[in-house]
């Protein structure tokens, strides 16, 4: 079993940024494709970004100009860095060990499903 603990969460103003992390430990021989999603208030988690313990990165298309994703794999941790930070990124971020890419016909498009562990997520307001 795995335990994820996200941090660095907080309140900012609107273009200002923060630096996510989340660190596994446990049973990390089964951590794979490590990812996070953000979940708005009253709102499903929606896939925000990922990375294979080789560097290969994949960040939702609306946000691939202000987030990007990195990952320590002597640490057991990856990272999210968010910046230009805007109101709709409120909400509270978790992190996931295992996310799969699965092409949708129907969309035309990649979609990026979480299969593992869920940390307790971190939480971010974008407020002036």
């Known amino acids: 079993q795995v335990q994820l603990v996200e941090s660095g969460g907080g309140s900012v103003q609107p273009g200002g940024s923060l630096r996510l992390s989340c660190t596994a430990s446990?049973?990390?021989?089964?951590?794979?494709?490590m990812g996070w999603y953000h979940q708005a208030p009253g709102k499903q988690r929606e896939f925000v970004a990922s990375?294979?313990?080789?560097?290969?990165?994949n960040v939702a298309d609306p946000l691939a100009d202000r987030f990007t994703i990195s990952r320590d794999n002597a640490k057991n941790t990856v990272y999210l860095q968010m910046n230009n930070l805007k109101a709709e990124d409120t909400g509270r971020y978790y992190c996931?060990?295992?996310?799969?890419?699965?092409?949708?016909?129907?969309?035309?498009?990649?979609?990026?499903?979480?299969?593992?562990?869920w940390g307790q997520g971190t939480q971010v307001t974008v407020s002036s």
């Open positions: 990375i294979t313990s080789g560097g290969s990165i």
């Open positions: 996931n060990t295992d996310v799969r890419a699965l092409f949708d016909s129907g969309y035309g498009r990649f979609v990026f499903l979480p299969k593992g562990s």
């Open positions: 446990g049973d990390i021989l089964t951590i794979k494709t």
